[in-house]
């Protein structure tokens, strides 16, 4: 065997990669022509961005911070997933998008004035003197397209760039360090574990609890972009009804949107049909979508800044609500209302929820199926009601779909609603299939409707008010978007 061949295994290349001789590594560093990026501008972000990063000194003077971007996840032997940097990442730095590289890490080194310096620490573009540009899987330009240099990335983000396979240099020099753990191995391995990184990591969840202006405009143009995707699943429900695993059509016209619109999904799509709607993390989506049924679509356009709508609406396959759909649909929709109406300032964030859940058990004590009291079934030691609404009815929303979850519970669950903050409001009903204790009508029913709010001055505003969610409306807007052009 070739020795350079062996070399490459011993080192841990792919086993069938071949070294390149020398002639062929040299001729392919000459005959190219200049291609650097020429204007660019800072991002959009990159104030708020800086503000962040203002906010996070001050509440850790004289002490080194490290926020990885995060390693690849492999899927299959030398197959990675679709690389997502890590919020808090994304949060402080302003990275975006496809922009994004694996292995970053945003380093906010102390100065003797208590403040901090920050250093982006980034894999660069393979600029045509190296061989990795055309050797390299994992980040060689010719394998997964071009990079920043650290010029260009120093331009766009307004942060000095440093080459991350450098950041030993840096680190080498012990000081106390604080390090959000669990996200990159070799940082792991090289910075001891501090008392206060739970602390840390706490407070840049915290630190998002309150949305700046530039954040509610990227929630906005996420929810928008969902309201979309709604009507290209709309548009694609006939052909969905005739295939048996019509939920995967659905599923896929919503990504279709995702992908042109945003940089992804947010999270993974449930795509709902029939009594599927009453598993209440359906994934599989792929199930047949019948007429006469209902399907739930639990959906969010990710931006490429990372902030993800979470919407839901309940849609009739053939266009029209059943009486029995219809009723059940209208009693979801009276208690969303009732938590729309607890969102203001100063109200705890558990409101919401009680509001909400208060509407259901009565109109299921009304119905006959609640055994016992409205009234009785909402304190918190007996809750019956909750056998037909098994989930929370408001989470934060931002970056994360379920964002800010390092918070302290008496910040968030616990917590007073303050103006900025990004709030989901989702009732939901679910008539398991097999429940006796409804008619046989209203079984194997599930319905969720959900909307975006962020809380105002004096109340809150809905981010999808756009997207219908009264069944009159629904039925008007799908028939507009199925009749022939």
């Not at 058990?361 to 079934?377: K, P, Q, R, Y």
């Amino acid at each position: 065997m070739n020795e350079k061949v062996e070399a490459l295994e011993v080192n841990d290349v792919r086993s069938y990669d071949v070294a390149p001789p020398a002639g062929y590594a040299e001729f392919m560093r000459t005959g190219w022509a200049p291609s650097n990026l020429e204007g660019l501008q800072p991002l959009e972000v990159v104030t708020y961005a800086f503000t962040r990063r203002q906010v996070l000194s001050a509440a850790f003077p004289n002490i080194r911070l490290v926020i990885p971007s995060g390693n690849f996840k492999t899927r299959s032997n030398d197959t990675e997933y679709a690389f997502r940097p890590h919020s808090a990442f994304a949060y402080y730095s302003g990275v975006q998008g496809s922009d994004a590289v694996p292995d970053s890490v945003l380093i906010m080194e102390p100065t003797e004035s208590g403040g901090h310096d920050s250093y982006l620490y980034l894999h660069p573009r393979s600029t045509r003197e190296t061989d990795a540009f055309y050797t390299d899987r994992k980040y060689g330009e010719l394998w997964v397209g071009r990079h920043f240099t650290l010029d260009e990335a120093n331009a766009v983000y307004q942060i000095p760039t440093r080459d991350v396979e450098k950041i030993e240099d840096l680190l080498r020099f012990s000081k106390e360090t604080l390090l959000i753990r669990g996200e990159d191995a070799l940082m792991d391995k090289m910075i001891s574990v501090h008392a206060r990184e739970s602390e840390f990591q706490t407070f840049t969840s915290e630190q998002r609890l309150a949305k700046d202006v530039y954040e509610v405009g990227q929630l906005q143009a996420a929810v928008d972009a969902t309201g979309c995707g709604f009507s290209d699943v709309i548009a694609a429900l006939p052909a969905a009804s005739e295939h048996p695993r019509g939920e995967r059509i659905v599923e896929g016209a919503f990504f279709g949107r995702a992908r042109l619109e945003g940089n992804d999904i947010g999270y993974t799509t449930i795509a709902a049909a029939g009594a599927h709607a009453c598993v209440l993390h359906w994934i599989r989506n792929d199930g047949a979508v019948r007429n006469g049924e209902l399907i739930l679509l639990d959906a969010g356009v990710e931006m490429d800044s990372y902030y993800t709508a979470d919407v839901t609406r309940t849609l009739p396959v053939n266009g029209k609500f059943t009486p029995a759909q219809r009723a059940l649909y209208m009693l979801v929709y009276e208690a969303q209302l009732a938590g729309f109406a607890a969102v203001k300032p100063g109200v705890p964030f558990l409101e919401i929820n009680r509001a909400a859940q208060r509407v259901l058990a009565e109109g299921l004590a009304n119905m006959g199926v609640l055994t016992i009291s409205a009234e009785e079934s909402m304190k918190p030691e007996v809750g019956l009601h909750r056998r037909w609404t098994l989930h929370g009815v408001s989470h934060h929303l931002g970056l994360d779909v379920h964002d800010c979850e390092h918070a302290r519970q008496d910040m968030y669950r616990e917590g007073i609603l303050r103006e900025g903050m990004v709030l989901t409001v989702e009732p939901g009903l679910y008539i398991q299939p097999d429940d006796e204790l409804f008619a046989p009508e209203y079984r194997g029913i599930g319905i969720r409707i959900e909307d975006d709010v962020v809380v105002t001055a004096d109340g809150y505003r809905n981010l999808s008010e756009n997207i219908p969610r009264h069944p009159d409306a629904i039925e008007e807007w799908m028939k507009a978007v199925q009749q022939p052009r």
